[in-house]
Structure formats: C-alpha cells, structure tokens
C-alpha cells in the first residue's frame, strides 16, 4: 500500500549549505542557511540556490550577482540553524557565530575558512518561481581543506563529515554503500 498526499517539497535529501555573500552599501557579508540546493550542470560546472525575495541575503545576492557555497561538518550543525533562523537585519552572523571570512579568489564574497569545502561562484540566470528565486550559478573556484585530500589527489570523504538535511531534520551520513559504476562493473566481470 502506499499513501498518497497533496504535492510538496518531498525530494531526499537535499544538501544544507552556508551561503555567503558579500555586504553592499552599510550591510555586512552575510551568511544564509541554504537546503534548497543542487549540481544542476557539468560544463560548465554549475549549482542552483533558491532564495526566499523576503530574505536579506536575496537583496544581497541580487545586488552581488556572486556568493560562495559553503559546505559545513555536522560538528557545526549548531551553527548552520542559528544561520536559518537568525536574519542579517539584526545579527553580524560571521561575528555572531564565530566564523572567519576569508578572500575568496574570483569572487566578492567571502569564504567561510572554518567549513571544510568552498565553493565560489556567478550567477548566470535568475527565475522567478513562485516563493523562491532560483539562481542558476557558474563554479569559479573550488577550496577544500588541505586534510581532506589524499595524497592521490581524491576527497576524503569521510574526513569531510558532511551532513544532510530530510524533512525537517539535520541527519549525518552513514556508511559508504559503494561507488560509481560498481553494480555495472560487477555485471560485467560476473562478480557479485
Ligand atoms: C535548514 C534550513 C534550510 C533553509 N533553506 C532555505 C532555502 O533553501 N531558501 C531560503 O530562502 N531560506 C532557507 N532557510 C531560511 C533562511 O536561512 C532564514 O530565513 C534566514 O534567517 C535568512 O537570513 P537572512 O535574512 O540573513 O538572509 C533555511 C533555514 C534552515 C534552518
């Protein structure tokens, strides 16, 4: 059996992300908790946010056209909620939440040095869809803490202690389950 319910933002998981983005005007760089987000191309390499319009960071983002896509470890999920809850208006979140902003290399924006992955990015388009605005936006740079790569150049995946979010709710990752091509592989060479 199955149940059906009306149609909602049921897709998971879905990435939870610290957005930052450069101040304008009298603001401060701000950060934004993000779970509305994707890899939406390869080449280029391009991701989607999108952004509430009565947000403050939506004015800041507007007025950038450019923000990083920060990745941050369970161990910050405390912070990652304060992010989501508290706006821009009223708090300095990089002051408040004790996170460094750091030059990025193509971008105005900020990183944020204590999140082990940085992501720098332009948007390229913008939709409006209803109560989001979607951001189509072009990778420029790409940072991750030195620890995280092997000396064969991969991600240490489990070094990175990524986090999800499903239905409300911060969730860590559990076991590696396997990789890319694996089943095909194993049809290939008869192995189970
Ligand atoms: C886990 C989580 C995910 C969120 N995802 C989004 C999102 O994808 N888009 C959005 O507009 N707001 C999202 N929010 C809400 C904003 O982070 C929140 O309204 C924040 O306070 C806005 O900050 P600002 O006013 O400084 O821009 C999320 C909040 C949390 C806690």
């Known amino acids: 059996m199955k ?11 879905t990435p939870v992300v610290l957005l930052s983005v450069a101040g304008h005007g009298k603001e401060k760089p701000n950060i934004i908790t993000l779970a509305w987000v994707g890899t939406v191309c390869s080449t280029p390499p391009m991701l989607s946010v999108a952004i509430r319009p009565t947000r403050h960071s939506h004015g800041l983002v507007n007025a950038a056209r450019e923000f990083v896509v920060n990745i941050p470890r369970a161990d910050q999920v405390a912070a990652v909620d304060l992010a989501g809850v508290w706006s821009g208006v009223e708090h300095d979140k990089f002051a408040e939440l004790g996170f460094t902003a750091r030059p990025a290399s193509q971008v105005a924006a900020p990183l944020i040095e204590e999140c082990p992955l940085n992501i720098e990015c332009v948007v390229r388009h913008q939709l409006d869809l209803g ?4 951001y ?12 995280l790569i092997d000396s064969r150049g991969r991600l ?3 070094a990175l202690h990524a986090m999800a979010y499903v239905d409300g709710e911060y ?4 076991e590696r389950l396997g990789s890319y091509g694996q089943a095909a592989k194993a049809l290939r060479t008869g192995n189970k």
């Open 171 to 174: 969730w860590s990752l559990g």
């Open 136 to 147: 189509l936006a072009e990778i420029v740079a790409v940072h991750y803490d030195e620890e």
């Open 131 to 134: 109560a989001h605005d979607l």
């Open 3 to 13: 149940i059906e319910r009306k149609p909602s933002t049921a897709l998971l998981p």
């Open 156 to 158: 240490k995946t489990a």
